[in-house]
């Protein structure tokens, strides 16, 4: 079952981080605008703020099994339809519904790992979880750039896959072919799940979701807002990145999205995975304010390298980014729920609406990207990333993290 809840980790990566490389190749194909591309990031993103509450309440009535078995459903149903009939519009709505289907499934399969693996084991699952992930991540884009190289050169030996996918896919729009091979690891998951035997599942006190009237009592809190706003500006300035920097290095300096731009992309999630590993051992030295302080600066410099160096600087400048960022979200979240004594699981269920800041800030990105240039939208990101330095100056949690402390009389003697 660990194991299972591990895989699903891998799904929800591929899926979610696909649209990062391919945003390019709908602003060509399908003749649309910054703002108009930055609305599929939108459609996506705003899913989980509209479904993370809902789905809590779902997976509270009828368990994590038929949650997980929906989730997936509309996972497959939205590749499929957009795989089947690609469009622009239908990319706007098979987005929301995949969207929604990664919302559930993230709802569902964290207390699923809790009771499967044990609570002793449940930090480290957990970190071992968002390693999948990032593995994932780094992995998404490599597989959209093979497909679309593969397809779009008709000198190579085609594989069964490759003239299975050829004779699916618009010979015009290669990287639609993306969709089809998400739509079959959805369905395999789906079928995995539903012949799965899951264990019964006990909320632990203050894991639960909540009553309106505990949701309510939060909102009036100033300490819940603030942190709302740093997951918020956390998800907008890595989706926000990720999801623009491919078209950057293509406007800007004349890179290639199908190779240069999705291997940027590939490496911004490569060096936040291994970000996450350093972060295990630098949390055990430093107090995570300090270092959040440390992260968010280094990013502010890095985007300043990416969006005004040359071209070489802003092709490592980029992926950069991503190894700066990959502390925050852990240590943003760990402060929020160490600054309130309850209410935790209601409490996630807010800050999970936060995701949402992955949606809007994309969208503004673009906007401003139509107007002033992209250069001009991602400039917005030294707003949010200046909001999460700070946080490490203005948190005041009722617990720390625990680091390694040395002291004189603990200190070995050396004779």
Known sequence: MVGLVFLTFVVISLLTN??????????????????????????????????????????????????????????????????????????????????????????????????????????????????????????????????????????????????????????????????????????????????????????????????????????????VWFYFYAIFSYVGCEQGTANWLSQFLSQYHGYDPHTTGAQAVSWFWGLMTLGCLAGVVLLKLFDSRRLVMVAAGGALVALSFALFGGARVSLAAFPAIGLCCSVMWPIVISLALNSVSEHHGSFTGILATGITGGAILTVVIGRIGDAAGLRAGLSLLYINFSFIFCVGLRARPLINNATLQITRAEAPTIV
């Open 18 to 223: 696909i649209m990062g490389p391919i945003i390019p190749d709908i602003i060509r194909d399908f003749h649309v605008s910054l703002s108009a591309a930055g609305f599929l990031v939108f459609s996506f993103f705003i899913a989980y703020g509209i479904t993370s509450i809902p789905s809590g309440l779902l997976v509270e009535s009828f368990g994590e099994k038929p949650v997980m078995i929906l989730s997936l459903a509309a996972a497959v149903a939205g590749a499929l339809s957009f795989a089947l009939s690609p469009s622009y519009w239908v990319a706007v709505v098979s987005l929301f519904i995949i969207g929604a289907g990664m919302a559930m499934l993230q709802v569902a399969i964290n207390p699923l790992l809790r009771a499967a693996g044990g609570e002793e084991h449940f930090a480290f699952n957990e970190v071992l979880a968002q390693l999948l992930f990032g593995v994932a991540s780094f992995l998404s884009p490599l597989i959209y750039s093979s497909m679309v190289l593969r397809l779009g050169d008709h000198r190579t030996t085609d594989g069964n896959l490759t003239r299975l996918l050829r004779r699916l896919t618009p010979p015009s729009l290669p990287w639609v072919s993306v969709y089809w091979i998400l739509a079959v690891f959805a369905l395999s998951m789906l079928v995995v799940v539903g012949f799965s035997k899951f264990p019964r599942v006990q909320p632990i006190e203050g894991e639960r979701p909540g009553t309106w009237q505990i949701y309510r009592g939060l909102l009036t809190r100033p300490v």
